[in-house]
C-alpha cells in the first residue's frame, strides 16, 4: 500500500477487499462549486426525477450493494441490508419534503446552497481520509 491509495481489508477474511486512489479535497469542492449553478438552475422536477433515478439504481443493485457492505464492515448480512433500505427510504423522504413545499426553496440563497455543497464534499472527504487512516491497523489483524 502506498500513500496515494486507499486500501480496504474484508474483516472476515484479512484479504483485500478493493484499493483505490487517495480523493484530493480541493479538487472535489472545487468539482461541487463549479457544478452547483448548472444543477440549481433545473427545475425541481428535473432534479427529482433524477433523485428518483438513483433510488431505482439502488434498488436494482440492492444485493450487490448489501454483500459489498457486510464484506467491508464485517456486518450482518440483515444488517447491511437494512442501509440500503435506508438510503432508498432517506431520498424517497426527501422527495415527499420537497414535493410537499410546492416551489418553495429549501434554502434561501445559491451561495447557503453552494456552501452546503463544499460543507458535504468535505465531509465526505473526511470520511474517506479517516478510513484511509485506519486501513493499516485493519490490515495487521488476523
Not at 484479504?15 to 440549481?40: H, K, L, N, T, Y
Not at 445559491?110 to 452546503?116: G, I, K, L, P, T
Not at 470520511?127 to 485506519?134: E, K, L, R, T, V
Amino acid at each position: 500500500m502506498t500513500s496515494t491509495e486507499i486500501v480496504s481489508i474484508e474483516p472476515a477474511t484479512g484479504a483485500i477487499f478493493w484499493r483505490g486512489p487517495i480523493g484530493d479535497p480541493d479538487q472535489e469542492v472545487e468539482i461541487a462549486r463549479r457544478s452547483w449553478a448548472e444543477w440549481a438552475a433545473k427545475p425541481v422536477t428535473v432534479r427529482i426525477e433524477a433523485l428518483r433515478r438513483f433510488v431505482n439504481v439502488v434498488r436494482g443493485k440492492a444485493e450487490a450493494l448489501t454483500d459489498c457492505i457486510a464484506r467491508e464492515t464485517g456486518k450482518p448480512l440483515w444488517e447491511a441490508r437494512t442501509e440500503v433500505e435506508s438510503v432508498i427510504n432517506k431520498v424517497e423522504i426527501s422527495i415527499d419534503y420537497i414535493t410537499s413545499q410546492g416551489n418553495k426553496l429549501l434554502l434561501t440563497t445559491a451561495s447557503e446552497a453552494q456552501a452546503s455543497v463544499v460543507r458535504l464534499a468535505k465531509r465526505r472527504l473526511r470520511i474517506s481520509a479517516g478510513a484511509a487512516n485506519n486501513v493499516g491497523s485493519a490490515g495487521a489483524q488476523p
